[in-house]
C-alpha cells in the first residue's frame, strides 16, 4: 500500500478563492509528481519536482504553483480559483534512478462554483 | 516529445473472457511501459510493467506484450472478473527522463 496522502479528497469553493491542495509522502521519494485528470479520463502532468527546491512546470499549463521546502510534502496552490479550475488532482511520487513505479495518492476533486 | 495512443476508450467484457487493451507511442527511444489501474475512490495502482529488452512479461491472469518495431504494446487480462472494473492507463518513458506520459486512458466493465 502506498505512502501517499492527499487533502482535502473532496472541495466545493467559490471563484476567487485561495486554495491549497495538500500532498505528503513518507516513502522518502525525491520525485514528486502533480497531475490534471479531465472527465474524460486523460491525465496531464502540471508539475514536477526533483527534490527540495526543486520545482518544474508539467506538459499542461497551469495557473497553479508548488513549492518543495520539504522532501516528503509538495502543496499546490491556487491563488484565485476559477471554474475552470474545477477538476481532480492526483499527486505522485517516485524514488530517484527512475523510470520506475509511481506511488499515487487518492486525489482531491476540486468543484469551483 | 512522447505522445502515447490508446484504445479502445471503453470496453465492456463478459466475466470469464479476455480483454485487451492496446498503446502505440511515438518516440523509439522509449524504453519503460507500465499500466496502471484506477479504480474509483482510490488511488492509481501499477499492475505491471515491461522494459524495452523484454517482449512480454506475465503476472498470474495479466500479460503485457512489446513490439519494438511497431511502437505498441498491450495489456491482457484473461479469465477476467467483476473487481477487474476500473480504468486502465498505459504510459511510456524516455531514458533520462523521469516523466510517464500516459495514454488516454481504457474504462473496462466486467459483466457477472
Known amino acids: 500500500e502506498a505512502d501517499i496522502y492527499q487533502t482535502p479528497r473532496y472541495l466545493v469553493i467559490g471563484t476567487g478563492k485561495k486554495i491549497t491542495l495538500e500532498c505528503s509522502q513518507t516513502?522518502?521519494?525525491?520525485?514528486m509528481y502533480w497531475y490534471q485528470q479531465d472527465p474524460g479520463m486523460e491525465l496531464h502532468l502540471i508539475h514536477y519536482s526533483y527534490g527540495v527546491n526543486s520545482t518544474e512546470k508539467g506538459d499542461l499549463s497551469s495557473e497553479s504553483t508548488v513549492s518543495r521546502i520539504r522532501t516528503e510534502h509538495f502543496p499546490l496552490t491556487l491563488e484565485s480559483a476559477r471554474p475552470s479550475h474545477t477538476s481532480q488532482y492526483l499527486c505522485a511520487s517516485t524514488a530517484a534512478g527512475g523510470p520506475g513505479e509511481l506511488f499515487f495518492g487518492e486525489g482531491s476533486r476540486l468543484t469551483v462554483l | 516529445g512522447e505522445n502515447v495512443e490508446q484504445h479502445p476508450s471503453t470496453l465492456s467484457v463478459q466475466e470469464g473472457d479476455s480483454a485487451v487493451i492496446k498503446c502505440t507511442y511515438s518516440d523509439s527511444a522509449s524504453n519503460y511501459f507500465p499500466w496502471y489501474k484506477q479504480e474509483l475512490g482510490k488511488g492509481s495502482q501499477l499492475i505491471i510493467d515491461i522494459r524495452s529488452n523484454v517482449g512480454e512479461k506475465k503476472d498470474q491472469r495479466i500479460a503485457v506484450t512489446l513490439n519494438k518495431t511497431a511502437k505498441h504494446f498491450s495489456l491482457h487480462i484473461t479469465e477476467t472478473q467483476p473487481e477487474d472494473s476500473a480504468v486502465y492507463f498505459c504510459a511510456a518513458s524516455t531514458p533520462g527522463s523521469d516523466k510517464l506520459i500516459f495514454g488516454t486512458g481504457t474504462r473496462l466493465q466486467v459483466f457477472p
Open positions: 516513502m522518502g521519494h525525491d520525485k
